[in-house]
């Protein structure tokens, strides 16, 4: 199965600071990568699919990058409702492999 | 608008089974494929498996194989998923997603409580 490592898996932000968050597969993964939101109370909401696309409805300040086994989602500009989970998923084989997520929490 | 309504709980005993469900409307139910994703309590997300409601293909995380059975009503427009032998680890959050390359729509999740 791949491996799918995020990092960090917590970390403190304010209001308005641009954050990375990473993601490291163990192996390379052809850009067969998304990220996801978890927001307290469950509700889970894909942001980006295939590494950079942008899902539709989701803000421009989101946005992702990478390629073979690291890829990153980059918040430019936090707000309050981007406090959540978020996940990163390798599509590329199976099993569907789930990142173990990293806790966006407000400083 | 895309729909996946899932019962909100569920609490069974300790070696049963269940079935839980996952209502689509919104599109044509046949053309996408729908995954089952398990969340234990404060844990991360584990697939489970994706089942083709045009001809119930599955495919099946091996960890899971003993453990669910993925099936689909097309009468209905509804994807069920049954677990057996249910223990304490079974406990968990379990939610369907539609399959549009990417998981692009997610059905609330059922909170399935194992106990005596």
């Known amino acids: 199965d791949i491996q799918m490592i995020q990092s960090p898996s917590s970390m403190f932000a304010s209001l308005g600071d641009r954050v990375s968050l990473s993601c490291r597969a163990s192996?390379?993964?052809?850009?067969?990568l998304d990220w996801y939101q978890q927001k307290p109370g469950g509700t889970i909401k894909l942001l980006i699919y295939?590494?950079?696309n942008l899902n539709s409805g989701v803000p421009s300040r989101f946005s992702g990058s990478g390629s073979g086994s690291d890829y990153s989602l980059t918040i430019s500009s936090l707000e309050s409702e981007d406090f959540a989970d978020y996940y990163c998923?390798?599509?590329?084989?199976?099993?569907?492999?789930f990142g173990g997520g990293t806790k966006l929490e407000i400083k | 608008q895309v729909q996946l309504q899932q019962p909100g709980a569920e609490l069974v005993r300790p070696g049963a089974s269940v079935k839980l469900s996952c209502k689509a409307s919104?599109?044509?139910?046949?053309?996408?494929?729908m995954n089952w994703v398990k969340q234990r309590p404060e844990q991360g997300l584990e697939w489970i498996g994706r089942?083709?409601?045009?001809?119930?293909?599955?495919h099946y995380n091996q960890k899971f194989k003993d453990k669910a059975i993925l099936t689909v009503d097309k009468s209905s427009s509804t994807a069920y998923m049954q677990l057996s032998s249910l223990t304490s680890e079974d406990s968990a959050v379990y939610y369907c997603?539609?399959?549009?390359?990417?998981?692009?729509?997610w059905g609330q999740g059922t909170t399935l409580t194992v106990s005596s």
């Open positions: 997603a539609r399959d549009d390359a990417a998981f692009d729509y």
């Open positions: 919104g599109y044509t139910f046949t053309s996408y494929w």
């Open positions: 089942i083709d409601p045009y001809d119930s293909e599955t």
């Open positions: 192996q390379g993964i052809r850009g067969n």
């Open positions: 295939s590494t950079s």
């Open positions: 998923l390798q599509r590329n084989a199976y099993p569907r492999t």
